[in-house]
């Protein structure tokens, strides 16, 4: 299983908040190796959301933000909608593995 | 602007070595400022980093590959390329690169390319 730990599955409805947990360990977020968002339509490339814990490369929505405490990284996705139902994975470095690592992926619902 | 594209066999033999190679269009593979990279993604499963290499021929692989892994690159023509050795079905996968931003340890995958799937099977 992946380093990096997220849910599963998350799901909400339009226009809601919903927020995905990324969790780690001393090696990695804890150590203070930045976390970066990828968002994933199925069947296609992913896309960088959010680099740098926190930063959005042009083009991404401010209703997309990320942050990292301690051992963990979370990102927030805002005025939920329908073209937001998508993979959503975290990325980071583990310093005992010496890579680049990623999490299992969460599966984001618009009901 | 920017894209990168995976060409190579869609099918490998097992115990056969995997090729792929990267083509980077409207930039320079020589920037200075983006090293470039290859992740993978098994059938309905979750990415794993495979390496990364610097346009000055620098390379960083992940442990779990690095004994049957190679990447190069090709700044004469703007390419990189990966072979991988003895797979197995284990690396059945669409293979993408991407190019890397950031610094050693900081990295992040800002454009990918389309992806290739290659399937290991007799």
């Known amino acids: 299983q992946s380093v990096l730990t997220q849910p599963p599955s998350v799901s909400g409805a339009p226009g809601q908040r919903v927020t995905i947990s990324c969790t780690g360990n001393?090696?990695?977020?804890?150590?203070?190796?930045?976390v970066h968002w990828y968002q994933q339509v199925p069947g296609t490339a992913p896309k960088l959301l959010i680099y740098a814990n926190n930063n959005r490369p042009s083009g991404v929505p401010d209703r997309f933000s990320g942050s990292r405490s301690g051992t963990s990284a979370s990102l927030a996705i805002t005025g939920l909608r329908s073209e937001d139902e998508a993979d959503y994975c975290c990325q980071s470095y583990d310093s005992d593995l010496s890579a680049a690592i990623f999490g299992g992926g969460t599966k984001l619902t618009v009901l | 602007q920017l894209q990168l594209q995976e060409s190579g066999p869609g099918l490998v033999k097992p115990s056969e070595t995997l090729s792929l190679t990267c083509s980077v269009s409207?930039?320079?593979?020589?920037?200075?400022?983006?090293?470039w990279g290859w992740i993978r993604q098994p059938p309905g499963k979750g990415l794993e980093w495979i390496g990364t290499?610097?346009?000055?021929?620098?390379?960083y692989h992940n442990p779990s590959l690095r004994s049957r892994l190679t990447i190069s690159v090709d700044t004469a023509n703007n390419q990189f390329s990966l072979r991988l050795t003895s797979v197995t079905a284990a690396d059945t996968a669409v293979y993408y690169c991407?190019?890397?931003?950031?610094?050693?340890?900081?990295?992040?995958?800002?454009?990918w390319g389309r992806g290739a799937l290659v399937t290991v099977s007799s």
């Open positions: 991407a190019r890397v931003g950031g610094n050693w340890g900081y990295w992040y995958f800002d454009l």
């Open positions: 290499i610097y346009y000055s021929g620098s390379t």
């Open positions: 409207g930039g320079s593979i020589s920037s200075r400022s983006y090293y």
């Open positions: 001393n090696s990695n977020i804890g150590a203070g190796y930045d």
